[in-house]
């Protein structure tokens, strides 16, 4: 009887389960959010309207702020103990034309601790030049400055009524 293979096995397990990598995807069928992560770890990442309460679905009043916001992100490469994250957010209209262009939202920013950056929010607000009858793509990526392979991306179609 070979004992080698089956502790190859075990040993390889073992060490998979101690590695601190996560990654899944998510679709909220209601609002048709939908989000991937890679490295991050993630409690739950929600489309948010002007009362700061989850949406159910996505139609957003004109001249309201809606946002996207993450939840519980967590496994950030710590610099002295301080997380440095980025966050792009990005709005297009049905063209693919740029309503908002933001490379980075935390573009000087001079670090947070892990606790503050566990909570992100990329808040939009529904006005000029959005029109009523609309809908308009949004998109985030947030990434970790010191381990930028640790990303998450978001997105979802807002129908402006």
Partial sequence: ????????????????????????????????????????????????GPDNVAMSNNEVQLNTKVAISVEGLANYELKDGKAYPGFMLSVTDKNGASVIGEADLFAANEGY??????????TITVGDPMTSGQ????KIKVWDKNKPENELTASVDLVVK
Avoid: Q
Wanted: net charge neutral; hydrophobic share 40%.
């Fill in 1 to 48: 009887m070979k004992i080698t293979p089956y502790l190859f096995v075990v040993f390889s397990a073992l060490i998979l389960a101690s590695c601190s990598f996560s990654a899944g995807t998510n679709k909220n069928f209601s609002t048709g959010l939908s989000y991937t992560h890679n490295g991050f770890h993630v409690d739950n990442v929600l489309l948010v």
């Fill in 113 to 122: 601790t892990p606790e503050d950056a566990s909570v992100l929010r990329g």
């Fill in 135 to 138: 809908t308009y793509s949004v």
